[in-house]
Nanobody, 125 residues
Framework: QVQLTESGGGLVQTGGSLRLSCAAS????????MGWFRQAPGKEREFVAA???????YDSDSLKGRFTIARDNAKNTVYLQMSVLKPEDTAVYYC???????????????????WGQGTQVTVSS
């Protein structure tokens, strides 16, 4: 079982920045892709970004340019740098990992293997 521990969420004003972190336990399978999703109240879980072990990234077209994903393989940690935050970015942000598979499925939450507990991000207007 892989454990994922997120941190860095909180309350920020419109236009501000936050950096989320997610540390995976040592049980994470070698070569796993790491990623972020978010879920606002009453909405479906939405893909934010993902990064392979080699550093290839997948980004949400709607968030590209404001959100940047990175990872430190030595620390089994993935980061999400969020800037120019808007009230509509308010959501619970979830970290996830999955074994390598068809990249076409990367945007589908059901194709991810392990999830963190989520961290709340609230952007005030």
């Amino acid at each position: 079982q892989v454990q994922l521990t997120e941190s860095g969420g909180g309350l920020v004003q419109t236009g501000g920045s936050l950096r989320l972190s997610c540390a995976a336990s040592s049980h994470m399978p070698s070569g796993s892709t790491m990623g972020w999703f978010r879920q606002a109240p009453g909405k479906e879980r939405e893909f934010v970004a993902a990064i392979t072990m080699r550093g290839f990234t997948y980004d949400s077209d709607s968030l590209k340019g404001r959100f940047t994903i990175a990872r430190d393989n030595a620390k089994n940690t993935v980061y999400l740098q969020m800037s120019v935050l808007k009230p509509e970015d308010t959501a619970v942000y979830y970290c996830a990992t999955r074994r390598p598979r068809n990249a076409n499925t990367i945007f589908d939450p059901s194709e991810w293997d392990y999830w963190g507990q989520g961290t709340q991000v609230t952007v005030s207007s």
